[in-house]
């Protein structure tokens, strides 16, 4: 299928799947502080990830969920590899004011929110995948990681600002490899946003071919003379680096892979949207400073009721 035709319908009966950090960064550095909470704290972040749940609920999903990203520093990757994500620094308190009041308005706009100080939104986001794969559900996020749902059961990957759906073969067309070859291409080219160590001298186009012959890393580092036949510039002494490279390779790939049975203490009918209190939402919103919200949440919610 060509990925520039790929389109979903999202529309009523859908199931959502929101990487929420993704998007309350994007609104807290995106917008202005024009807004700021009873207590004195600046709230852009909070306007911009409720306006955008609010969005989202007037397409009628009928289930959606949020996961949450609480484990910085103390993640299990952590446990076996300490400098992930070493170069990003913890919320402030201003910050971590609103990721917490974010997470308050989802959940009093009805909808099922996690987090773990144990495991990242991205395996919690490929938790509730398996959980409701037989729903196709949407994955609403930018993060590139995530295309590994969808060889997990995730209908597309959601960038939402962009309204940019992709499928496997968008996936295919960008990186050069399948979506359930993610965690071994960024097992060579490393990720420096996560602080992922890569095989130096190895970059896009020579991952994306070495994956285009190998199914896997594991495949790859056991059959160094094929590699050594490859019609790539080099291909000889690559078979050597990447063999002197191959505890690092593994670790980085278990560093990339999504864990997906993170216990979430729920079945796929506790995503189902449970409805929300117009009241409590609205009084939360002036307490939050953006009270300019107040009459899109009532006509949101009462449509989606109404439906």
């Known amino acids: 299928m060509n990925s520039e035709h790929f389109s979903v319908d999202t529309g009523s009966g859908a199931t959502f799947l929101v990487d929420a950090s993704v998007y309350i960064f994007r609104y ?10 009873a207590d004195g704290y600046d709230t852009e972040a909070v306007y911009g990830f409720t306006n955008f749940l609010l969005d989202l609920l007037a ?31 913890l919320p402030d ?30 395996d919690i986001l490929a938790s509730l995948t398996r959980l ?7 994955v609403i996020s930018r993060d590139k990681d995530l ?35 993610i965690a071994d291409y960024l097992a060579l080219v490393g990720d420096t946003s996560d602080d992922i160590p890569g095989v130096p001298g190895v970059g896009a186009k020579t ?12 495949a790859l580092l056991q059959a160094p003379e094929r590699v050594a036949q490859l019609k790539l510039r080099g291909a000889g002494g690559l078979a050597a680096k990447l063999a002197g490279h191959a505890d690092q390779i593994a670790l980085a790939k278990r560093l990339a892979s999504l864990v997906e049975d993170v216990d979430l203490g729920i079945a796929s009918d506790g995503l189902a949207w449970r409805g929300a209190d117009v009241a409590v939402a609205q009084a939360l919103a002036d307490a939050f400073g953006i009270g300019g919200l107040k009459a899109k949440i009532e006509r949101t919610i009462e449509s989606r009721e109404m439906a």
């Not at 749902?149 to 990186?175: Q, V």
Request: aromatic letters at 12%; proline letters at 5%.
């Open 28 to 37: 807290y550095f995106a917008l202005p502080p024009n807004w700021q909470s």
């Open 59 to 89: 397409r009628r999903p009928t289930h959606i969920a949020c996961a949450f990203d609480e484990s910085l520093g103390s993640c299990f990757r952590n446990d076996f590899y300490p400098d992930y994500k070493c170069s990003r620094a």
């Open 93 to 122: 308190e201003a910050l971590a004011y609103q990721l917490a009041a974010c997470r308050e308005m989802a959940e009093v706009l009805g909808i099922a929110s996690f987090s773990s100080d144990r495991y990242e939104a991205d």
């Open 132 to 138: 409701c794969r037989q729903q196709r559900p949407i």
């Open 147 to 181: 295309g590994q749902l969808l060889d997990r059961g995730a209908l597309s990957l959601w960038d939402f600002a962009a309204d940019h759906h992709s499928d496997a073969a968008a996936i295919r067309h960008k990186f050069g490899v399948r979506p359930a070859q």
């Open 207 to 218: 991952a994306a071919a070495l994956l285009a012959e190998f199914d896997s890393v594991e």
